[in-house]
T-cell receptor
């Protein structure tokens, strides 16, 4: 079945450590996105990528980094520079130019101890 | 930036129609109305979208007013599994990378 796989589902890290969240899709979508969600809040865009080897900052990119070396993969690194990294992270993909349907993964919940 | 206004929560009896309103008074001519929903601790799920005509699919119906300043998402026969946060989003076609997911409406479907 086609879809988006995020891993790990739950992650704990100590302050000062970098952590990388994985996002893989087998939908053959060109565009991929990372969102952050805090409790009781909506989603905020961190980074997005429309094609391989290209990505753009979203609204809250500070303290995060991404890469897009393969069409299927769009990993997100939460660096130690991110001051409040505890959150629910959601990866999504879409066919570039499609009429707006985003497909989301199940999310990764990061807790900084 | 918020382009839409939604009530924070609504209740609906199981089996009845759920009507979720959304105000988007500053919508531009090239902007679509999209609806997504998010069941607790899961990724959002696309429901439906439209420009100016009413739309219907297997999940829901979307009614957009003639002046396009507001819309209503209708779940014809709500079930307990429809309990979720529903997001109304306004954005231009091919610009969905800028989707703004606000706080949405928490729909509580009750037995």
């Amino acid at each position: 079945d086609g879809g988006i796989t995020q891993s790990p589902k739950y992650l704990f890290r100590k302050e000062g450590q970098n952590v990388t969240l994985s996002c893989e899709q087998n939908l053959n979508h060109d565009a991929m996105y990372w969102y952050r969600q805090d409790p009781g809040q909506g989603l905020r865009l961190i980074y997005y990528s429309q094609i391989v080897n290209d990505f753009q900052k979203g609204d809250i990119a500070e303290g995060y980094s991404v890469s897009r070396e393969k069409k299927e993969s769009f990993p997100l690194t939460v660096t130690s520079a991110q001051k409040n990294p505890t959150a629910f992270y959601l990866c999504a993909s879409s066919i570039s130019g499609d009429a707006g349907e985003l497909f989301f993964g199940e999310g990764s919940r990061l807790t900084v101890l | 930036d918020a382009k839409t206004t939604q009530p924070p929560s609504m209740d609906c009896a199981e089996g009845r129609a759920a009507n979720l309103p959304c105000n988007h008074s500053t919508i531009s001519g090239n902007e679509y109305v999209y609806w997504y929903r998010q069941i607790h601790s899961q990724g959002p799920q696309y429901i439906i979208h439209g420009l100016k005509n009413n739309e219907t699919n297997e999940m829901a119906s979307l009614i957009i007013t003639e002046d396009r300043k507001s819309s209503t998402l209708i779940l014809p026969h709500a079930t307990l599994r429809d309990t979720a946060v529903y997001y109304c989003i306004v954005d231009a076609l091919y610009n969905f990378n800028k989707f703004y997911f606000g706080s949405g409406t928490k729909l509580n479907v009750k037995p």
